[in-house]
């Protein structure tokens, strides 16, 4: 069994577009600019921009983090994002979830530039995404392909299971596996709440992907010996042992899996760091004009 690093992959990835971006500003082109906007003060989404914005300095990239009250109105924070839209500076835009209850989520995306929708969550760039075009990918997803390439783990031919289908992890990434492209080709089987004998259809997966956000749920009776797993959940749970009062824990029940893998991520330190450096990524592509031509 082989653990998958995704710490120490999303750091070698950082490096690699370190250094691209420091070039990029040594031949005079520009510097990629990320934005976030951050409605209210969720404790967890705090944590996230931050995150985010940090990285920004780590690689190089500017950053512009717009805080709201949430009193913002629904048409007040649409001409914001209209405002980043128009700005040619800035390359990438994300709209940090949840937002407050009278603000509609969608309506907020549909708005984001699709140029600049480095989350993927556009359904231009979701639209794109299926048809196999150039398209920004949603953060997560990206970053369980990646992790596939980096293991040079074979995808081609394989039966995927996913667990969960939302729209932000298990949807594209069922529509993902299934590409015709190096990590793809596998024959793919999108689960939800409603399938029936879910360990047993589980137990057919020779790459089993949980994105449920159920702490622990995948027990060794999901999971074929030799199997893949990647554990996309990340959950807290309160734990008095810890000095900030919980843990976060994935949605595999890891001691009881992992001896039965060929390959399995951890939590922490598996898909979760590399979701922030899909984004990086992303916004590199955007300044550089790869996805769509300036
Ligand atoms: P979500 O929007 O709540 O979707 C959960 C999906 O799982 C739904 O499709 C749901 O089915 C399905 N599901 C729930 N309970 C199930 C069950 N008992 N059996 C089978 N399917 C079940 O969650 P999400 O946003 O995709 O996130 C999933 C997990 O990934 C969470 O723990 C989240 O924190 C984590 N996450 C991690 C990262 C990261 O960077 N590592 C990024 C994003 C998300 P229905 O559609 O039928 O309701």
Known sequence: ???????ATADEIKKEIAIEVAEMKAS???TPHLVAILVGNNGASETYVANKVKSCEELGFNSTLLRFDTTISESELLDEVKKVNDNDDMDG???QLPLPDHINPDKIMETIDPRKDVDGFHPINIGRMAKGLPAYISATPQGVLDLLERY???????????????????LPMSILMQRNLKIGNCTVTLTHSKTKDLAEVCATADILIAALGRPEFITE???????VVIDVGLTRVEDSTKKSGFALKGDVKYDEVAPKCSYITPVPKGVGPMTIVSLMKNTLLSAKGVIYSK
């Open 1 to 7: 069994m082989q653990i998958i690093d995704g710490k």
């Open 28 to 30: 005079g082109q520009k």
């Open 93 to 95: 835009l994300i709209v």
């Open 152 to 170: 040079n783990i074979e995808t081609s031919g394989k039966h995927c299971v996913v667990v969960g289908r939302s729209q932000i992890v298990g």
């Open 221 to 227: 009776k999901f999971v074929k010996e030799g199997a």
